[in-house]
């Protein structure tokens, strides 16, 4: 079975870093893309970012050039880096399988990330 699992979220002040990960298993990661995604209460899903299989990475405008996406094969995990983060990044994050812009809910327990 497909497992997705977050972590690496918490609770910190407007302008602080967090970096979660998300630890793969039941599928050959190596060979697919990975996105993260969140939802905050009352808001759509929203995309954040891909990683293909060739590492090339893409970011919605909301987090370019504050989250930096990551992986590592090796580990079937991937990272995502979250700098000067916001009050209006509260949400819980979540990673998923696929190049996947319109995201599905999570398949996990997503890790909660609260900016005050």
């Known amino acids: 079975d497909v497992q997705l699992v977050e972590s690496g979220g918490g609770s910190v002040q407007a302008g602080g870093s967090l970096k979660l990960s998300c630890v793969a298993s039941?599928?050959?990661?190596?060979?697919?893309?990975m996105n993260w995604a969140r939802q905050a209460p009352g808001k759509r899903r929203e995309w954040l970012s891909t990683?293909?299989?060739?590492?090339?990475?893409f970011y919605a405008d909301s987090v370019k050039g504050r989250f930096t996406i990551s992986r590592d094969n090796a580990k079937n995990t991937v990272y995502l880096q979250m700098d000067n983060l916001q009050i209006e990044d509260t949400a819980l994050y979540y990673c998923d399988i696929g190049d996947v812009r319109v995201p599905y809910p999570p398949r996990g327990q997503g890790t909660q990330v609260t900016v005050s």
């Open positions: 990683i293909r299989t060739d590492s090339a990475k």
């Open positions: 039941g599928f050959t990661f190596s060979k697919n893309d």
